[in-house]
């Protein structure tokens, strides 16, 4: 998988994200995407964890989602995940939200990711993650 790849995973729809008319909650959608975000960052050999026992994290500077059509509860849901811009001190990655079966589109969105230091100062990314993801 290179930097601009996109990375697909698959999840059914809990009945704790839905309203009472089973429809799911704005704000899950956000969930799936950080978890898409993450299972992408793994199948680059990237673990979180590693990186914040360097003392570096990734806070969300920017998130925007557009709402195309609801998610209901039973439905499988995919979370298409690619980097859509990559920077020394930011990431942002792209998102779709698919049903998983019919393949229509629930929703976009993308999220920019600042890195900071355990002191909340931006820094630079480290160069072992930006070789993993492919960015040079």
Known sequence: MTANEVFETTFP????????????????????????RSQYMRAKGIAYEEIEREGRFLAVAD?????????????????RTWIGELRSRTVTFGY?????????????????????????????????????IGGG
């Open 13 to 36: 729809v809990r009945y704790a994200e839905t309203d009472q008319m089973g429809i799911a909650h704005h704000a899950s959608y956000v969930v799936w995407m950080e978890e898409g």
């Open 96 to 132: 779709e939200v698919l049903h998983a079966t019919s393949r229509s589109l629930l929703a976009t969105g993308q999220v920019k990711l600042v890195w900071i230091d355990r002191g909340g100062r931006v820094t630079k990314m480290p160069d072992w993650v930006r070789l993993a």
């Open 63 to 79: 998130l925007g989602v557009r709402y195309v059509a609801p998610a209901r509860y039973g439905d499988a849901v995919t979370v």
